[in-house]
């Protein structure tokens, strides 16, 4: 048997855009032979899939899944959004979610190693549903958070994925009252849990930009600061979550709403959908008169 190495694994993978583990099979069946061994992934229909990498994957769904103590929220993308209409996809997007709580990969590496009832990889399941669907399916990202016994995990789903929110109460182990701040946190977007969490750096950075303001208000500098002072506590209060009024009552806080069921709220986690990736704009026309010039 030939002696495959890392570099020809690499190599492979390069090539094709499979997976280290696929690349490495396939260079073992064809005795380190690399361009039988892209051969073979073309005909297995894995090195045609990942031909579709370098599109772009800004829609999909998010989901969330519960496993006793633990969580996961998760993010699947496809190229449109009519996939994510899709049951296969949609299937797909909750079997990562439930087998990430189940196991609790420490990263991505890891999670994409995980089997499903079929005995097949997460990183095979993608590439069987690039296959199918036609589309570039990436698995984003994740994150899983574990509570203890007198806790409640709180998942809600907006818009049926496009938004996903994972909450965390300790001091209840109602599960309604932390869905109640999971959808909270879907409508309002907060970006921290309270004013704790905030980064001295950002606070200064809006002190600096509040006190301009108030200057060219042409404010004496005694009041400036005062001015920026209460400035400032709205800021925080605007983006701090327990200090927001409470979107099912907004004579209350959240803070207050969570003390009246006896919890805190310890922390959420917010996906949504494509956030931070550029999508791609196309132009029809432009594209159909190059397709002319040809």
Do not use: W
């Not at 099979?25 to 990942?50: F, S």
């Not at 995990?153 to 496009?162: D, S, T």
């Not at 009024?245 to 494509?274: C, I, L, N, Q, W």
């Amino acid at each position: 048997m030939a002696d495959v190495t890392a570099k020809m694994v690499k190599e492979l993978r390069d090539m094709t855009g499979v997976g280290m583990m696929d690349a490495k099979r396939a260079l073992v069946e064809v005795e380190g032979d690399i361009e039988k061994a892209v051969d073979l992934l073309r005909e297995k229909g894995m090195a045609k899939a990942a031909k579709k990498n370098d599109r772009i994957a800004a829609e999909g769904l998010a989901s969330v899944a519960i496993h006793g103590n633990t969580a996961a929220i998760v993010e699947v993308n496809s190229e449109t959004d009519f996939v994510s209409k899709n049951e296969m996809f949609q299937d797909l997007v909750k079997e990562i979610a439930a087998l990430v709580a189940e196991h609790k990969p420490a990263d991505m590496d890891a999670a994409m190693k995980l089997t499903n009832a079929k005995g097949e990889t997460l990183e095979a399941a993608l590439i069987e549903a690039t296959q199918v669907i036609g589309e570039r399916i990436n698995f984003r990202r994740f994150e899983v958070v574990e509570k203890d016994d007198n806790a409640a995990f709180g998942g809600y789903l907006h818009m049926g994925g496009r938004i996903a929110v994972l909450a965390l109460l300790n001091g209840t182990t109602d599960e309604s009252v932390a869905k109640d701040v999971a959808m909270h946190v879907a409508a309002i977007n907060p970006r921290y849990v309270n004013e704790s969490q905030i980064p001295d750096s950002e606070l200064e950075h809006e002190k600096a930009v509040l006190t301009e303001q108030a200057l060219n208000e042409g404010k004496p500098a005694n009041i400036v600061e005062k001015m920026v002072i209460g400035r400032l506590n709205k800021f925080k209060a605007e983006i701090a979550l327990v200090d927001q009024p409470f979107v099912k009552d907004p004579d209350m806080t959240v803070e207050k709403y969570v003390s009246s069921k006896g919890a805190t709220v310890e922390s959420f986690v917010r996906f949504e959908v494509g956030e931070g990736i550029e999508k791609r704009e196309d132009n029809f026309v432009e594209e159909v008169m190059n397709q002319i010039k040809k």
